[in-house]
């Protein structure tokens, strides 16, 4: 599913992000990226959607070579990864029901196959009765939820989420690993950055650590290993 071999990453700016990552991720697991704040867990989330470049190495998604790709075959990419921020980036002016809708009409489904499907991911979030609302109106954990129903819309094989809970409360929280645990029940690879020493210790998955733009842990079942 994700293959990514000697990867590395240099800004312009000459900071060197990423520095010989090699690692493979196989359909239907669970990743946590942990390390400290710079180590370059979203550089690494980054480049599996091609928001940013390889300097150098390999990197294969879904079978593609990312490193081959051209800019034109990169939405294809996109269709089939969904993401999640730690600030939801809804669009404010648009309802929940609009912001999930957006992502299927860029796909140009039909109306009526739009309709059912969001009102499907807003049922599996928890959010159907909030469909008319805008994002201002919500928490921010019904905020979160609406950017994952947003980025499951389009039944993407992958998910990933930078942070998603790191600008909510601990019982917030909890409910959005919840959604995000049945998510990869039904068997969708989600990879997940994360600073939480409670979550990662306590939904034991695969733990890849990141120190310096190096793998310097990766652990099935693993622990933290940090100090919060
Ligand atoms: N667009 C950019 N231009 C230049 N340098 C960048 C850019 N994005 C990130 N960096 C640098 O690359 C390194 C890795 O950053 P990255 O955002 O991947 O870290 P991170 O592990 O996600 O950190 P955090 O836990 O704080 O989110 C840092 O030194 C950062 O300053
Ligand atoms: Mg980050």
């Given at each position: 599913m994700i293959?990514?071999?000697?990867?590395?990453?240099?800004?312009?700016?000459?900071?060197?992000?990423?520095?010989?990552?090699?690692?493979?991720?196989?359909?239907?697991?669970?990743?946590?990226?942990?390390?400290?704040?710079?180590?370059?867990?979203?550089?690494?989330?980054?480049l599996i959607f091609r928001e940013e470049v390889a300097t150098s190495g390999?990197?294969?998604v879904n079978g593609k070579d990312l490193v081959k790709m051209k800019w034109r075959e990169v939405p294809m990419l996109r269709r089939e990864i969904g993401v999640v921020y730690q600030d939801?980036?809804?669009?404010?002016?648009?309802?929940?029901?609009?912001n999930v809708a957006f992502a299927l009409?860029?796909?140009?489904?039909?109306?009526?196959q739009i309709r059912s499907r969001v009102m499907d991911v807003l049922e599996q979030v928890g959010l159907k009765n909030k469909a008319r609302f805008i994002p201002d109106e919500?928490?921010?954990?019904?905020?979160?939820?609406?950017?994952?129903?947003?980025?499951?819309?389009?039944?993407p094989k992958l998910l990933i989420a930078d942070e998603p809970t790191g600008n909510l409360d601990p019982e917030t929280s909890w409910e959005i690993m919840r959604i995000l645990e049945?998510?990869?029940?039904?068997?969708?690879t989600i990879i997940m950055a994360t600073h939480s020493k409670e979550i990662v210790n306590t939904i034991r998955r695969r733990v890849i650590a990141v120190e310096d733009g190096l793998i310097v842990r990766d652990q099935y079942r693993g622990d933290y290993g940090y100090e919060a």
């Open positions: 293959e990514m071999v000697d990867v590395k990453k240099t800004y312009p700016n000459g900071v060197i992000a990423l520095n010989g990552v090699s690692i493979k991720i196989e359909p239907g697991e669970f990743v946590y990226l942990v390390g400290q704040s710079g180590a370059g867990k979203s550089t690494f989330i980054k390999e990197i294969r939801f980036k809804l669009l404010p002016k648009l309802t929940v029901y609009e009409e860029v796909v140009e489904e039909s109306p009526r919500l928490s921010g954990g019904e905020q979160q939820r609406v950017a994952i129903a947003r980025a499951i819309a389009n039944y049945e998510i990869n029940a039904s068997g969708t």
